[in-house]
């Protein structure tokens, strides 16, 4: 006879889990405007409470922050990446956005969408902005995020109570 002892992780996170795991983010997100001058910091506010409802509806799949040249070529990018089923407690402490102030640039965010989004009808949509008083009039992006031409390394891990984000800096 064989007994096997099973370990299982479940979490159960809450909006005041998403809203502590973002903490990270928007340390990140002001350090990285700051540094770089290119956002007011009401536009950092605007960016984030955008940000923060898409996370809380479950509508966010990654961020990301990106320094872009004349020919919106990336030059330099942040990925934060969710993960709703993840094992992560508490969160790493933010850093690691020394990020230069270079003429003839801008920054740039990216949002991509989870599914249960792209469920949505367009006019559901438009409702969550509505009824979330959005900051931000979003749009798609020509941007091209995959970022290949530059090296990903793994930054901090954010998380609480399972729900997490996942940094990764693009040099």
Do not use: C
């Not at 960016?47 to 809380?56: S, T």
């Amino acid at each position: 006879m064989s007994i096997y002892n099973v370990k299982t992780n479940t979490y159960t996170y809450t909006v005041i889990d998403i809203r502590k795991t973002f903490e990270g983010f928007e340390a990140d997100l002001r350090m990285i405007a700051r540094r770089t001058g290119k956002w007011t910091n009401e536009y950092v506010d605007n960016v984030f409470y955008d940000i923060l409802k898409l996370a809380e509806g479950k509508y966010l799949n990654y961020v990301d922050i990106t320094l872009l040249d004349n020919s919106d070529y990336p030059l330099r990018a942040a990925r934060y990446k969710v993960n709703e089923n993840g094992t992560a407690l508490n969160s790493d402490r933010p850093g690691g956005n020394d990020w230069p102030n270079l003429i003839n640039t801008r920054l740039t965010v990216i949002v991509g969408y989870s599914d249960d989004w792209f469920a949505l009808t367009q006019a559901q949509r438009d409702l969550f902005r509505l009824n979330n008083l959005f900051k931000i009039s979003w749009g798609s992006s020509g941007i091209d995020n995959s970022y290949r031409h530059l090296t990903a390394d793994n930054a901090q891990l954010f998380g609480s109570n399972g729900y997490e984000v996942r940094k990764t800096n693009f040099k």
